[in-house]
């Protein structure tokens, strides 16, 4: 573990100079190592996204195959889930060793060769650091099980009796029965946040946390530019496990930076902590000394009730909560991700009424908290479809996509759990969607109704000007002329309208206005400016509009979207 003296030096040297350089943005160097803050990430799993070998399962070589696809998109980076030897029963987020590469994906050749393909594109690539638990069929846990004096036993968590809250605190309610499980070899329960053969790694011990930094350090020196770091409230508990309200250990989060960073300069973490906004500070640091990026689920999850009931006031409060955060920080917002659509910290009432919108059988729920679906058949129609897009790419913060959600893919509900979500991406109308030549894939394409890769497919969508896929690509390129996004200040401007949510950007001399309308109906828009103000229309040479009486005018259909450049400040 890094000594304390340097750990404050380290930090001295990676985060203030970052929060200075930024405030004059005259830094190359801190640009650089801010590469986060615009970037747009794409976030996939190899097994489903291209076979080259046609054994029916993704693989690095077939992801290769598709990085000028992407290229084109213009992602900036690749977030890759895991892809370390597991035996799968968690869809790879069990592993069973941290410094490998499973055979199922090829080989570190393989690898290799993947990441000179994406960096000679100028492609980022981050990983899935999944490090809260390991399989059970991990050698750690092995030795663990087998020898109480084993070196490893204390690197999980045991109890001779079982807990009074052994049932308390799972992260799957309704499908995992509880946190603790006995091992018949061992003789004891041992303690686990997720399914029972996922035993939780014991981070009140050193040696675990020299550890998880050795496994950083492995993947930075294979080329890794950053780490989605999974489950991290439940990393950094200590004092008494299983409570209700653990202590957590932010020093954690720290000295993982400040290693990360002493490896890799321009390293991010991204941090998956679904936590209230207050709490926010303390995993980005007071001094920007934590993890350098959140997903915002606070915004997302209230997002979503806006979608469904027309009813911004909530999702405005929740971007107003979640505004206070350092400057050399960075949230990551998204619309679906690998998991389920996280609603559990809606009200009751409001909860009931995203589900009869987007998820009205039970069939479409998850968790007692969520949805299983993806974004296209829970919105139903093309133009709520490109808002809530257009939202994602204007909202504060780095977007952050789902593989197939530029093409509007679908979801199979037939599947377990959060597999639904996890099909092969569908590149053509030919069997198996172009995904593999084998006779079937390892997990289904979906073929039958409007999402069939017949009807939803990359080749078709590439050939029309109009479709979803040339869409998502135009508003990339947008979002990317627009650094005041990711790098300026951002303030809600009073829209005159209920329905209609109005961002206002600062970066440098440069002003920029954003506005959505969440009603299916056309609305009007009127916002206060200088009287020889003029907005420029970033979408069409024809929506330029000047200020009349200190005012603008803006008719805006229903869940139309407009993207404003300002020659002065609006107020």
């Known amino acids: 573990m890094l000594k304390p003296a340097l750990n404050a030096l380290l930090c001295l040297i990676f ?27 794409y976030n996939l799993e190899i097994g489903v996204f291209k076979d080259s070998d046609g054994d029916g399962r993704g693989d690095f070589d077939g992801l290769v195959q598709k990085l000028d696809y992407l290229k084109t998109l213009g992602v900036d980076a690749i977030w890759l889930a895991p892809f370390q030897p597991s035996p799968g029963e968690d869809d790879g987020y069990d592993i069973a060793d941290y410094y490998g590469i499973d055979r199922k994906f090829g080989n570190g050749g393989n690898f290799t060769e993947f990441m000179f393909q994406a960096k000679k594109r100028g492609i980022r690539v981050i990983m899935d650091l999944v490090i809260n638990h390991t399989s059970d069929t991990h ?28 049932n308390k605190g799972m992260v799957f309610p309704g499908v995992q029965k509880g946190i603790w499980s006995f091992d018949s070899t061992a ?5 686990h946040r997720f399914y029972d053969f996922q035993p939780d790694l014991n981070y009140n011990n050193p040696d675990v946390r020299q550890e998880s930094q ?15 770091l999974d489950a991290v409230p439940f990393i950094i508990e200590v004092g008494k496990i299983g409570s209700e309200n653990p202590e957590l250990d932010f020093k954690l989060l720290k000295d993982m930076r400040t290693f990360a960073q002493w490896r890799k300069s321009d390293i991010v973490i991204l941090g998956e902590a679904n936590v209230e906004p207050k709490q926010s500070k303390f995993y980005f640091g007071e001094n920007a000394d934590g993890i350098h990026m959140m997903f915002n689920f606070f915004s997302n999850q209230h997002l979503f009730y806006a979608l469904a009931s027309g009813d911004l006031k909530p999702f405005v409060t929740a971007i107003k909560e979640t505004q206070d955060i350092p400057k050399a920080s960075q949230w990551a917002n998204f619309l679906r991700n690998h998991d389920e659509i996280d609603l559990g910290r809606l009200t009751d009432k409001q909860r009931e009424q995203v589900y009869k919108r987007m998820g009205p059988d039970t069939s479409m729920q998850l968790y007692d908290r969520g949805i299983r679906r993806r974004l296209a058949p829970m919105l139903g129609n093309r133009k709520q479809l490109e808002l809530a897009n257009s939202l ?21 509900l037939s599947l377990k759990e959060r597999l639904s979500v996890r099909t092969p991406m569908q590149w053509t109308n030919e069997k198996n969607a172009g995904f593999t030549t084998a006779d079937t894939a390892f997990r289904p394409v979906i073929n039958k109704g409007d999402y069939s890769y017949e009807k939803v497919n990359v080749a078709q969508q590439s050939r029309d000007p109009q479709s979803l896929l040339n869409w998502t690509t ?49 609305q009007k828009a009127v916002l206060s400016a200088d009287k020889s103000s003029r907005l420029y229309d970033l979408m069409s040479e024809k929506g330029d509009v000047t200020a009349a009486n200190g005012k603008f005018s ?9 993207w404003f450049r300002v020659d002065h400040v609006i107020r």
């Open 214 to 228: 050795r496994v950083i350090g492995y993947w930075i020196n294979q080329g890794i530019d950053g780490f989605r």
């Open 139 to 166: 050698p750690w846990f092995q030795s663990a099980r087998k020898d109480k004096n084993s070196k490893y036993r204390s690197w999980y968590i045991w109890s001779k009796e079982l807990p009074k809250d052994w």
């Open 15 to 41: 985060t203030i100079p970052l929060c200075q350089a930024q405030k004059t943005g005259s830094e190359d160097i801190v640009k650089d190592n801010l590469w986060f803050k615009n970037s747009v990430i």
């Open 554 to 562: 803006l008719s805006m259909e229903g869940y139309g979207y407009k």
């Open 392 to 412: 994602l790419f204007s909202l504060p913060g780095a977007p952050v996509i789902r593989y197939g959600e530029e093409i509007g893919m679908g979801d199979d």
């Open 187 to 191: 003789k004891e329960y041992y303690y």
């Open 474 to 522: 135009r508003i990339i390129k947008l979002r990317k002329e627009c650094p005041e996004i990711g790098l300026g200040t951002y303030s809600l401007v009073e829209s005159g309208s209920e329905s209609i949510l109005a961002i206002r950007y600062e970066y440098e001399g440069k002003s920029l206005v954003i506005l959505h309308n969440f009603s299916s109906q056309p």
